[in-house]
């Protein structure tokens, strides 16, 4: 082996000559023009030499590495000299029946001389590893020409990079679904790799994800089928690809995959409601149905939940909301659009289901909602009980006190049912006498755990008054009734509706009708009234007064219609459109209005 | 010194009697509250000007009383309807109305109503309507005040009174209001 002196081969420089002398007979290179232009290294006394250092100590693999070689090199064996046969990476040392390790290279010039930097005691090379070079010790060899002895230095360990993962699609898995799953990255070995294949392995939150079909389909793409464990929660799995230690890029790389749980509903004290051993719910209608989810928490990184539906059987609604003055009474549909749902029923029945499920933004989901949790509920009402309906059938001709307050300024009314001697607006309390009411009811006396109420609709209502010049008919418009909620005492309510009478009046009329609720309570906080059914009831009756204009002698009351009409109506499933009291309006009187009336006076008093 | 004696001793009694009595109407507490609303403070001319009454039973025991309405103004209250100048508002009064033949229909001095006796339970209110507008003259614009009162019970000779919050509204002229929308 010969050996040629670089920029700093200054230790045997001084022996050119002899070196010149040495050269020539033996050189393979039969021109100057073949020898490194600066001058040729021989070796002035054939003999190993020491590296005490190669740094840095790792390479690794797939890297162009500069490597720091420091040591005594006297003997001509610093590494600036051409390199040849024996010198390099061997994979083990030359006495220890190593050999030159062909995936490791110095990085020479054109002439074969190493790129770097030299003296005696420190160079500089370069050495290439190959990306396939699998993880080993490696040692530098400078091989002594004539000396038998070669110079080693290591070992240097070689690390190959194992595999990574850039990404997974789909990128989010629903926890108890199946995915054919695609993952992308680097270093994953095949079968036919030395090691090979990479493995696969995926812990889920609270689970493990089945894996199967994994196939490694290049060094950067694995396909394989995933099952997350239904029972994973909201999280994210554990994505890991191994080589093996003994193979080609050994390691493992990480990757996290969002897991998006089975969707479970709870009560509103944390208690699991659906899965596989729900059981059906007792409620009562009226009564809040709080419900939550699993879901309720921030998913996972990255994911948004893009909708919540909630699915409830029966008749539901969001509440019952009364205005501030009583002119509308609303009946909210229950929000179906919150990971929490809030909602009432109304009429009992069994076997109804509450359905959740959510979906999130992930666009490479085939299917991007979860499947459904369900909670069968039986709903029941407080009781079987139906109020009690009585019709006094009686009209009388009454005389209440007005003004101007004097206990004989009375005012005459015809009325259904007989009350008497009350105050007027202004006077004082003269007293009076409840006598019988037109109608009334009684709710159930059977326990209930609630309050019984009612709530009163007009149907219609119509007063005409005959009068010498005609006949002035006034309306009542459809809606609430005057007062709500109707008063009632020891759970029964009354009325008793009546038609001024005055002397001007020849004849008077009204026909009434009207639907009377009963409604339920629960005691259970935020409970809401629900129905019990309702009793539709009405009344026409008239009364003549031979004594107009002047004077009044009514005649007894005619009805050709009171009491109730028809039987009391419990509510159920089939009466949806009529179980609910509803209305957007008061029952307001026109007959005719203010403005009319004083525009009216007005131009009177002018002509 | 025994007229002064006497003096002293009928002047103590007197301001003992007169503390416990004091005492004794503290100690007392209203039975019922009584509470005005309207939906809007700001009313045109001529708009109908409704109120809620509010009925509260703020004892331990039901109380019962009895509860209608005349048209659309609510029956058992004393309605006290004044203008800026704190004068009572005129009541509309007689009222006619004109048919299409031109002929006048005299309404009835009362309007069609119900009554119903009812309890209103401890803690527990009872709403009316009224439309007042139907009773009073809010012939101009300006500043009106509504207080409403019933008597605390139904009880023949009944003398203690539960009153409202005074509810002040502004009417305003029909044009200005249609000038703001």
Known sequence: MRKFLGNYCWRVCPHILYAVMLILPFSHHNAWGQIHPMMRCMPWYAGPGTITSITPSIWPAGQTIQVTVAGDFPYGDQPGCELNEGDGVWNAPPNAGGDPDSLVKITTDKDGFPKGTFSPTQSTLTVKVAAKHPSANVYLVLDCDGCEVATVGGPVQITAPGPTITSISPSAWFAGRSYDISITGTNFLTTSDPGGPTELKITGPGGNVRISNLVVVSATQITAAVEPAKDLYAGM?????TNPATGANPGSGEASEPILPKPIIYDQDGNQLSGDNATTQLVVVGLPINLNTNVMGPPPAGIAITQNTWRVGGTHIGGYDVSPDQSSATVTKTDTTQASLLTHWVYGESGVKIKYHYCVGVSDLTDPCSQDAEVTFDISGPSDGQPTTFDSGLFSINNLIVNPCGPGDLQSFMEYGNYTGYVSDSCPNMGGSVGASGISFTAPTTSSDGTYSFVQIVNHDTESFTESGGVLTCTTASGLDGIYPYPSTSGTTSDSPNVPLDPFMKKVRRNFAATMYLMWTSNQTNSIPVP???????????????????????????????????????????????????????????????????????????? | ????????????????????????????????????????????????????IKLTNTSQEPITLLFGNHGNVASFYQYDVRNENGDSVAEVGPRFQQLPNGQMLQLPTRLPGSFTQGAIDPGKSVTSNSTVSDLYRFDHPGKYTIRVSRYASDTAGETKKVYSNALEITVIPAENANKQQ
Request: proline residues 8%; hydrophobic residues 35%.
């Open chain 1, 532 to 607: 019990i059914g309702y009793q539709k009831w009405q009344l026409q009756e008239t009364s003549s007064n031979p004594g107009a204009p002047t004077g009044q002698n009514w005649t007894d009351p005619i009805s050709t219609l009171h009491g109730p009409n028809g039987q009391f109506v419990p509510v159920d499933p089939s009466q949806k459109h009529y179980g609910y009291p509803t209305w957007s309006l008061k029952a307001t009187f026109s007959c005719p209005t203010t403005a009319q009336m004083m525009t009216e006076l007005e131009s009177e008093d002018e002509q």
């Open chain 2, 1 to 52: 010194m025994k007229r002064l004696a006497k003096g002293l001793v009928f002047g103590l009694l007197a301001i003992s009697v007169t503390v416990i009595g004091l005492k004794a109407q503290e100690a007392t507490p209203p039975r019922l509250t009584l509470t005005l609303k309207v939906p809007k403070s700001e009313i045109k001319l001529g708009e109908n000007i409704d109120i809620t």
């Open chain 1, 237 to 241: 799995a554990v994505v890991k690809a």
